[in-house]
């Protein structure tokens, strides 16, 4: 089943990135502010028309906003992790390295990973 709510909120997350509004972002897509707001929210699902506009306003791909829909998003993930580690200290690397270890090892003792 398509999670809309997250759609939208990858898309709100994008849309302020960009340091735009809810209102240019309508504009950019000719579009009202509510049907940008109710996107967002997950509680319209966009047309394809609309989608596109978002993607080229947002100038993101489709995979970037529906990776967590998508059975080969890996790289989407990898990239988002990228950008989050960026700025990171060595101390919060390394606070982040054992966390992700231990989710990692706590995961797949519970799911094991299928060879």
Do not use: W
Request: glycine share 4%; charged share 25%.
């Amino acid at each position: 089943m398509i999670n809309y709510e997250t759609i939208g909120s990858r898309i709100r997350k994008r849309r302020l990135a960009c340091g735009l509004s809810q209102e240019a972002l309508a504009e950019l897509c000719d579009v009202g502010t509510t049907h940008i707001s109710h996107i967002e929210t997950g509680n319209c699902i966009p047309s394809l028309k609309v989608f596109i506009a978002i993607l080229n306003a947002l100038s993101c791909s489709a995979d970037g906003i529906l990776c967590d829909e998508l059975e080969h998003a890996e790289h989407i993930y990898v990239s988002e992790l990228d950008s989050l580690l960026k700025d990171c200290s060595n101390r919060e690397l390394m606070i982040i390295t054992d966390t992700v270890q231990a989710l990692k090892t706590s995961l797949r003792k519970s799911n094991p990973p299928r060879e």
